[in-house]
């Protein structure tokens, strides 16, 4: 069974500062990773995934995240922290050739003056 | 272009009362999905669909039913609501497993 793991429910970043959430992922054979954003009652919005290729991804309002296979990881990265990114990050997983988003509990990202 | 549109935003049952939760999306997507948030518990998937007339369990399927008839619609059927079933409901559809996922904005549900 597919499994994706967010060990932080709340992270805390000074603005301008940059800023990781982390993800782990467990999942039989080659994962399909995604990252979504929250926004107080809204809908998700999807940022970016990794299908394959390069272990480094670019997402939408400046977020990246590196896939990491040896230690089944896909962390969410900025490099400099806005008020505005405030909000909640989700962590999915589909293993290749499923129809199953596996999401993870959530990480709640707090950036302060 | 709309994307994908939620009816209603908020609903309020009576325990053993059945409700529709609409969905639809004018995005000619083939797949289709139904959620629910709950704290602490991230997003479940309730049911799925690949096309119309094809339709599959997620994770927490009891308790609802769903069909595709049409490429745009996936309506989620609550045949006799329960207090455990009070949610936050997100419908979501893509263009398939590889793609990103376009969500609704979501059914705030209670369950009296």
């Known amino acids: 069974a597919q499994s994706v793991a967010q060990p932080e429910d709340q992270v805390n970043v000074a603005e301008g500062n940059p800023l990781t959430v982390k993800c782990t992922y467990s999942?039989?054979?080659?994962?399909?990773l995604f990252w979504y954003v929250q926004y107080p009652n809204r809908g998700l919005q999807f940022l970016l995934k990794?299908?394959?290729?390069?272990?480094l991804v670019k997402g939408s309002y400046g977020f990246e995240a590196e896939f990491n296979k040896s230690q089944t990881s896909f962390h969410l990265k900025k490099p400099s922290a806005l008020v505005s990114d405030s909000a909640l990050y989700f962590c999915?997983?589909?293993?290749?050739?499923?129809?199953?988003?596996?999401f993870g509990t959530g990480t709640q990202l707090k950036v302060e003056l | 272009n709309a994307g994908v549109t939620q009816t209603p935003k908020f609903q309020v049952l009576k325990t053993g009362q059945s409700m529709t939760l609409q969905c639809a999306q004018d995005?000619?997507?083939?797949?289709m999905s139904w959620y629910r948030q709950d704290p602490g518990m991230g997003l479940r998937l309730i049911h799925y669909?690949?096309?119309?007339?094809?339709?599959d369990q997620g994770e927490v399927p009891n308790g609802y039913n769903v069909s595709r008839s049409t490429t745009e619609d996936f309506p989620l059927r609550l045949l006799s609501a329960a207090p455990s079933q009070t949610s936050v409901y997100f419908c979501?559809?893509?263009?398939?497993?590889?793609?990103?996922?376009?969500f609704g904005s979501g059914t705030q549900l209670s369950v009296l």
């Open positions: 990794y299908i394959t290729g390069d272990n």
């Open positions: 979501a559809s893509s263009y398939g497993r590889k793609e990103k996922l376009f």
């Open positions: 999915a997983v589909n293993p290749g050739g499923g129809n199953k988003l596996t």
């Open positions: 999942v039989s054979g080659n994962p399909y």
């Open positions: 995005m000619n997507h083939e797949y």
């Open positions: 669909s690949v096309g119309a007339g094809i339709t």
